[in-house]
């Protein structure tokens, strides 16, 4: 009974006061969506680094003229790490043939060239587990050491720049969740803390007939929580709205987008995510409020 009075005062505030609320509304709405953006950007990033180990791979030089037994040793000792899936030899003719291939209509630039100057080689497939900068870094280091291995390639540059462009990407993402969920917990702050001055009258009646703080904060954070959630509900409109341009309209003209993953946890959670901030924003107004 007191909750259900308590909801009944709040919603009545809610509408009473509804051009304030709506603005306030309108804007966690514009908060939660740009945390959507944010969240959304960074799981299809993370989602498109955690693919790329499948694809990694080292190679590693042998020296000129190495004998087929001591090309085999070498092979021997490289599947016996714990990190490397498979191993291929590739002699000097298969390294030229797929250059070849990869040339194609190009191949034009090994005319004149009598004798072939690759290397043989070894290609070294890493376990999706083991592909991090410092366990890739470490493998390359003990692999030169292995006598008949002249060089090891394995695009430190690379993953150097996958590595930065992840950790940049998650610490700016978290900076913005922090600032706009700060933002959305202040504009709650503020919405609450004008309805209660705003209500001056009517709760100095209330503590004349003698309410204790409880029953008289009660409406204000439940009407904290309904801004919250009615911000919630709009951002999951327009999280709705750019799913569906995203995939259905701008898809047809840009078959790349098919491969960018939406997770459909992301509409659930945003009303409840609203409903938790405008809480807090509107229990932190109530706290720095004198009732006496």
Same mark, same amino acid.
């Given at each position: ?28 709405? *514009? ?63 298969? *390294? ?23 290397? *043989? ?106 801004? !919250? ?8 409109? !327009? ?47 109530? !706290? ?5």
């Amino acid at each position: 009974m007191y909750l259900l009075y308590s909801l009944r005062l709040a919603i009545q505030s809610v509408w009473r006061e509804k051009w304030i609320n709506l603005l306030s509304v309108l804007t966690i709405a *514009a908060g939660l969506f740009m945390i959507t953006l944010t969240f959304f950007s960074v799981y299809n990033m993370d989602l498109a680094t955690k693919k790329l180990p499948a694809k990694f791979s080292m190679m590693l030089y042998l020296n000129e003229g190495l004998s087929e037994q001591d090309t085999g040793n070498i092979i021997a000792i490289l599947k016996k790490n714990n990190a490397v899936e498979r191993v291929r030899f590739i002699s000097k003719d298969k *390294a030229l043939q797929e250059l070849k291939g990869v040339l194609k209509n190009a191949d034009y630039v090994l005319e004149g060239i009598n004798e072939n100057p690759l290397p *043989a080689s070894i290609e070294v497939k890493l376990k999706q587990e083991s592909v991090s900068l410092p366990s890739v870094k470490k493998l390359a280091a003990d692999i030169k050491k292995i006598n008949g291995i002249e060089e090891v390639e394995y695009g430190e540059q690379f993953l150097n720049s996958i590595h930065s462009i992840k950790a940049g990407a998650q610490t700016l993402s978290l900076l913005l969740v922090v600032v706009m969920s700060t933002g959305i917990i202040f504009v709650c702050y503020s919405t609450v803390k004008i309805m209660f001055y705003r209500r001056k009258e009517e709760i100095e009646t209330f503590k004349l007939l003698g309410a204790t703080r409880g029953f008289i904060r009660a409406p204000f954070v439940i009407e904290g929580g309904l801004l !919250g959630a009615g911000g919630g509900l709009v951002s999951l409109l !327009g999280a709705i709205a750019f799913y569906y341009i995203l995939f259905y309209k701008l898809a047809i003209t840009m078959p790349i987008l098919k491969i960018i993953v939406f997770p459909s946890e992301i509409f659930v959670a945003l009303p409840f995510v609203g409903l938790m901030l405008g809480i807090s924003g509107a229990i932190i107004a109530l !706290g720095r409020i004198r009732f006496s």
